[in-house]
């Protein structure tokens, strides 16, 4: 019987681990960039672009003035919303926005047919003397891809 050299043994342990800690690399494994939304009025609610909307539905939605940390963040699961005419509305009954303030809206869309293909819209939005106007978001409020992210 031939002995293992413990260099091989040690380096073969050492890879089987690493596979076992963080598992094996493939396509679930890469992040998926945010999309970002932009903010419209309706006649008794604020609405969010969809594009491509297909059969997607909200599970979630989270409405937070800007700047409210992560661990602070209000989320409602499973809204009684619905995307219609790709346009994600959101009434006053549902959420009252108030005079002035700027907000990050943020919303997971789910598909039955695209069912390993959640998608994540980030809007961000401002209200000032009853208007509404979509604001730039920071990279620390939108996940996109290395290359478009600001370089300072």
């Given at each position: 019987m031939k002995r293992i ?24 494994d890469r992040l998926r ?84 293909e959640p998608r994540r ?32």
């Amino acid at each position: 019987m031939k002995r293992i050299k413990p260099r091989l043994l040690y380096s073969a342990l050492s890879v089987a681990s690493l596979v076992i800690l963080t598992g094996c690399p493939g396509s679930g494994d890469r992040l998926r960039p945010d999309e970002e939304a932009t903010v419209t009025k309706g006649e008794d609610s604020l609405c969010f672009g969809v594009p491509n909307a297909e059969d997607y539905q909200p599970a979630d939605i989270a409405i937070n003035p800007r700047g409210t940390p992560s661990r602070e963040e209000k989320i409602t699961f499973d809204p009684a919303l619905f995307i219609a005419a790709e346009k994600l509305c959101v009434p006053s009954a549902f959420y009252a926005f108030p005079d002035k303030g700027q907000f990050i809206v943020s919303y997971v869309l789910t598909s039955k047919r695209h069912k390993d293909e959640p998608r994540r819209m980030v809007a961000g939005l401002e209200i000032s003397q009853g208007r509404f106007f979509n604001i730039p978001l920071t990279d620390m409020e939108i996940l996109r891809p290395y290359s478009e992210m600001n370089k300072q």
